[in-house]
């Protein structure tokens, strides 16, 4: 691991934590959306931070294969050719930056509406600010080593689940209110379709990206002559 991209991999584990944080408020303190505003909200930032991930996932993606065009890669211990894995990699990256988009195009675009719970606020702002500092900081310091990029995708596995339990969350919560509210039945089956749809999508963003940190997981760092300690003289 680098330290000097230390922080860059923090910014993927801000935003799975602060995604995590909404989920736990979703089901232990009422996942009901009874206010339109609170719901477009919500919608926003979740398609806001799927966009962000669409810009992560290639400059990611960029950065592990310049390592290679570097001829800074090699396979581990388990001995799976290099250009196996990294084939296994790109297929995933690729699928899990279509997911990414998929899912941000699943929400109906909406104005900027004011929320009714400034905590739940404050969770999906935290995570897609995170996610956005990320972008910038694979802009402009990239990764140094596979490891970085391992971790990077652990965490935005963690991120597209936590994402897939609140949009599952979100459909339950209309159903309900569907229920309870013949008048606005049109409008709640509409939303829970859509929080349906978005869920399926994000639980497939989920399976990509676990993929791609699967066979980076099998990539270790090539050292230079320069950088292999000298061997002890006897």
């Known amino acids: 691991m680098s330290e000097t991209t230390e922080d860059v991999i923090q910014h993927a584990g801000s935003a799975a934590r602060s995604l995590a944080e909404f989920v736990t408020e979703l089901r232990y303190r009422g996942s009901e959306i009874e206010h339109p505003a609170e719901a477009s909200f919500i919608d926003r930032h979740l398609a806001r931070a799927a966009g962000e991930m669409t810009t992560a996932l290639p400059a990611l993606r960029t950065l592990v294969e310049g390592l290679q065009e570097q001829d800074r890669l090699m396979t581990d211990f388990r001995g799976e050719p290099l250009d196996r894995v990294l084939q296994r990699y790109r297929e995933a990256s690729l ?114 990206l676990n993929e791609a940190y699967s066979a980076v997981g099998h990539l270790a760092y090539k050292e230079t002559q320069d950088e292999q300690e000298p061997t002890p003289r006897t």
């Open 95 to 208: 699928a899990a930056e279509l997911r990414a988009g998929l899912l941000r195009s699943a929400f109906t675009a909406v104005d900027h509406p004011v929320s009714t719970d400034a905590s739940r606020e404050h969770r999906l702002i935290a995570a897609a600010r995170s996610l956005s500092e990320l972008v910038t900081g694979l802009t402009y310091r990239g990764v140094e080593y596979p490891q970085d990029a391992y971790r990077i995708y652990s965490y935005l596995t963690r991120v597209a689940g936590e994402m897939r339990t609140a949009l599952t969350l979100l459909k339950t919560s209309a159903e309900s209110l569907r229920d309870k509210e013949p008048r606005r039945h049109e409008t709640l089956e509409a939303a829970a379709q859509q929080y349906a749809g978005a869920s399926v999508t994000a639980g497939q963003l989920a399976s990509a």
